[in-house]
């Protein structure tokens, strides 16, 4: 980090991003002497342009930011580091300084874990596949489970690749399903896993 090009001011623009969630939480300003106590205190530490100090995010919310990593962008004149937020970090209560939420999402997957929520909860007279399948109950949607699950496993003994990925859709499909009608949703399982690294 010695190459890093601060500004006239003598300060770098560091962009703040959940090492987990990979969203960007906020964008402070660091002169040498915060970069220095971010790496020695491994709590992120800024410059206050108004205040004309070192401030450590958190020390008064208790809000911190536990650092993970600092890189130089290809200019090396912004940082970007990750860290583990502790609660909110935006100053007016919200996970980012966007107004994001900060859950992690897993893209379509979490898109499509919101559709199959919408068709449950606003089935009507015209009943999508989904809401139709909730109707029978949860004995049906693990059965369906079941049966893909089988599909999968034949298609993966032949060797027609498009088969086997459209059952193995299915597969997914019908197990999102099963999991919110048990009251959950793939992150509770990513969790589990996540529990099992060593």
């Known amino acids: 980090m010695t190459d890093i090009k ?19 939480l906020m964008l402070g300003y660091m ?29 008064e919310s208790g809000n ?4 993970i990593s600092i890189k130089n962008d290809c200019d090396n004149d912004t940082l970007l580091i990750e860290a583990k937020p502790a609660g909110p970090t935006c100053h007016r209560g ?9 859950n992690e999402s897993f893209g379509f997957i979490s898109k499509l874990e919101s559709t199959i929520e919408d068709r449950v909860k606003n089935a009507s007279g015209e009943s999508s596949y989904v809401a139709s399948l909730f109707e029978k109950g ?20 032949d060797n027609n ?3 086997f990925l459209n059952e193995s859709a299915d597969l997914l499909f019908h197990y999102l399903m099963l999991l919110q ?16 690294e060593k």
């Open 6 to 24: 601060y500004n006239s001011d003598g300060l770098i623009p560091a962009i703040i991003q959940d090492t987990t969630t990979k969203k960007v």
């Open 31 to 59: 002169n040498a002497e915060a970069i220095q106590k971010t790496n020695d205190t491994k709590l992120v530490t800024f410059f206050s342009r108004s205040k004309q100090r070192l401030w450590t995010k958190g020390e």
């Open 64 to 67: 911190t930011l536990t650092l």
């Open 94 to 102: 919200t996970d980012t300084c966007w107004g994001d939420i900060n």
């Open 138 to 157: 949860i004995n049906k949607i693990a059965q369906k489970v079941g049966e893909e699950a089988v599909e999968v496993v034949i298609e993966a003994k």
């Open 161 to 163: 690749d498009d088969l």
């Open 181 to 196: 009608a048990k009251g959950y949703k793939l992150n509770d399982v990513v969790s589990v896993l996540k529990s099992r």
